[in-house]
């Protein structure tokens, strides 16, 4: 299956290739996604092309009559490369790059090259550089070649070619350095993921796809001011605020990056420090695009990434955003959370109720208290203070009145 896409005029031309393997739904999906990635890079997609086949061929990816056919719909469209939609091996990069005279690209460096165009903070650059160098190690010569064959666009934003010029040595003493850096930043996250433990603060860890509505949610929540565009990989670096619900509690919210059909694993890797925000979480938001007729696979994705990074036993939320658009009302449920709750970020529609299921989230298990405290039994208080939480205090003159949510199992000793 070829089709011819007229996308105008862009820095690049190219064409996407993929190996369908029988698998016609996700591949749509997939070839989709790629689409969408691509474009993102700022290149104009003027074709693509589909190979019917069980399997990409070890050495060229395609087969021999598959490259001539793509060879001669370059030359035809005036493409300047190709991008694949699965990662190709480094001899695959070599061989189908001096097969086609072009430029060939993989799903991986795709998404490498829009997380470098986005990373704004210090530890995003760092983060993005690691993830292009681990990658470009192992495909100096083929890589290098195939970037030579156009002097700029996609694949070199961030170290790009001034690092394939180098050899492996000087990548390696890189890719040491930043992983000291990322040390570093990991000392520090880990410093302020300890005071939050110490200081009993509930995080709620928003998560999704890439484009799910992540940011405009933490933005009517929290008036947090996060950049959100409806592009994918809007926002890169996590950002944490302040909430204080109904009940006087205090909560934070932290939006990361975006999930997607194979996130490379260098990504992952370099990004790990992030990402493990997740597993010290205390509720897990998944936000999901209601509009997108592929949304349970998107949640399903979200799932698995989740697992891969070892959450486990978290109270879930699922949030099904873009109600509004879906068309489908508002009774969508995901039973495999603890709750689901259809919302709007961006018209502020069922925020209210999020948040009741949020502080279910975070009171589960516990129960309200309320006493005033004789003075000569303010010892008591400590262990309310460690194994609960404490919503008010005051230091009355009969005694010391508390307000707080406490375990199931304290709560008798205290009455």
Request: glycine share 8%; aromatic share 6%.
């Amino acid at each position: 299956m070829n089709s011819v896409i007229d996308t105008g005029e862009s820095l690049e031309k190219v064409i996407l290739a993929g190996i369908s393997g029988g698998r016609d739904t996700d591949f749509e999906v997939s070839m989709k996604e790629l689409r969408e990635l691509t474009v993102n890079t700022g290149a104009a997609v003027v074709g693509e092309m589909v190979w019917n086949h069980e399997g990409p061929v070890t050495g060229t990816y395609f087969g021999k009559g598959k490259i001539e056919e793509l060879k001669e719909m370059a030359e035809e469209l005036g493409a300047t490369g190709i991008v694949c939609d699965n990662e190709l091996t480094p001899a695959q990069l070599s061989n189908l790059s001096k097969a086609l005279d072009l430029k060939v690209m993989d799903r991986t460096l795709i998404i490498l090259d829009i997380f470098a165009d986005r990373a704004k903070t210090a530890e995003g650059r760092v983060q993005v550089e690691l993830a292009q160098l681990r990658y470009q190690l192992t495909r100096l010569k083929g890589l290098g070649n195939s970037l030579s064959r156009l002097g700029g666009g996609i694949g070199t934003r961030g170290p790009g070619e001034k690092k394939l010029e180098t050899d492996r040595r000087l990548v390696r003493e890189r890719i040491s350095a930043l992983k000291a850096d990322l040390k570093e930043i990991e000392k520090h996250r880990n410093t302020l993921r300890l005071s939050r433990i110490r200081n009993k603060i509930p995080v709620v860890s928003i998560v999704g796809y890439t484009n799910a509505g992540k940011s405009t949610l933490l933005n009517s929540l929290t008036k947090a001011g996060v950049e959100a565009e409806d592009k994918l990989f809007a926002t890169l670096d996590p950002v944490t605020r302040e909430l204080i619900l109904e009940t006087g509690q205090k909560v934070l919210f932290s939006d990361t990056v975006g999930f997607i059909r194979n996130l490379p694993h260098h990504l992952v890797e370099a990004f790990k420090s992030t990402l493990e925000e997740v597993v010290y979480s205390d509720i897990i938001l998944i936000v999901a695009d209601a509009s997108d007729p592929d949304m349970a696979s998107q949640i399903a994705v979200c799932q698995k990434t989740l697992g891969d990074l070892g959450v486990k036993d978290k109270y879930v939320i699922t949030a099904f955003n873009k109600c509004d658009k879906a068309g489908a009302g508002y009774d969508l449920k995901d039973h495999s959370s603890d709750a689901s709750v259809c919302i709007s970020a961006k018209e502020g529609k069922n925020l209210d109720l999020l948040l009741e299921k949020v502080t279910d989230g975070v009171n589960r298990g516990m129960r309200l208290f309320f006493k005033l405290f004789d003075y000569k039994d303010a010892g008591k208080i400590a262990s309310i203070r460690e194994k609960g939480r404490i919503l008010t205090e005051e230091y009355r003159d009969d005694g010391i009145f508390v307000k707080a949510l406490i375990p199931e199992a304290l709560y008798g000793k205290l009455i």
